[in-house]
């Protein structure tokens, strides 16, 4: 081979690494159809050549100046459910955490989760007995009202041991002539009072499901802050307190209808 050809030999090579810089950057694994790469070593996604990419790590061929994390998941809004629609779509019925269904009931689930005012009466009342794990008798002056616990269910004093168990709680919260504020819901069919009953550091109806020793009235959940009475329930029953120690808990609403 003459000097000449060897010159324009090299020449040529030279010209060819000039025109393609970036295909001379070596690494494992194969290019796709659009000349990007996977590197799996550092998880960056780049391309060689072609429109929209400026050859450098990270940078994509499926949109300029936008980076690509292959391991990256999708969008919670992207997942379906089992039976097509979106898990977030709106109008379907979410599942707080942590509320298993293992009792079987079909009060699983929160279908009134809004937020709802908490701030109870100014007015006081004083406790004059405890009847069972949801109701009580108060006085204010010559007045005196009984008051079902709003929001809640406690076990019928007919069912072994935990309706007792609620009612003994209710007392240790409540002593006789304890100073309480009412917030009233409703009125029931009997006359009582529906309200959430609070003591000066807290809410005593969300202090028995918290405990165990109730559990969260389903049906009556309108006037009711929901989500924080479930979460407390979902925390109650995943420790077994109570109540929830049973293997196979029958509800309070469930009982009556025995």
């Not at 010159?7 to 090579?13: K, M, Q, S, T």
């Not at 940078?59 to 998941?73: D, E, V």
């Not at 918290?210 to 309108?222: F, N, P, W």
């Amino acid at each position: 081979m003459s000097l000449f050809h060897l010159r324009a030999i090299r020449v040529i090579a030279l010209l060819a690494v000039c025109a393609f810089p970036f295909s001379a950057q070596a690494h494992s694994g194969r290019t796709n159809a659009e000349g990007c790469h996977n590197n799996r070593s550092n998880g960056t996604y780049h391309c060689h050549g072609g429109s929209g990419s400026s050859g450098t790590a990270g940078s994509s061929a499926l949109g300029a100046g936008r980076s690509i994390n292959p391991t990256q998941p999708s969008s919670p809004s992207s997942r379906s459910n089992s039976s097509g629609g979106s898990l977030n779509a709106p109008g379907n019925v979410i599942e707080l955490p942590g509320l298993s269904n293992r009792n079987g009931n079909p009060g699983g689930r929160a279908e009134n989760t809004q937020s709802v005012p908490v701030t109870p009466s100014s007015e006081s009342w004083r406790v004059l007995s405890v009847g069972d794990g949801d109701t009580l008798r108060v006085s204010r002056g010559e007045d005196m009202q009984t008051i079902r616990l709003a929001c809640i269910d406690a076990p019928e004093m007919r069912q072994p041991n935990y309706g007792e168990l609620a009612k003994q709680q209710l007392q240790a919260l409540l002593p006789i002539n304890t100073v309480v504020s009412l917030r009233p819901v409703d009125t029931d069919r009997y006359g009582r009072v529906v309200a959430e009953v609070f003591r000066p550091d807290g809410n005593v109806n969300l202090s028995l499901v918290a405990s165990g020793h109730a559990v969260v009235y389903r049906q009556y959940l309108g006037n009711c802050a929901a989500e924080t009475y479930l979460n407390a329930e979902a925390i109650a029953q995943q420790n077994g307190l109570v109540f929830w120690s049973q293997a196979n808990p029958v509800m309070p609403w469930d009982f009556r209808q025995r």
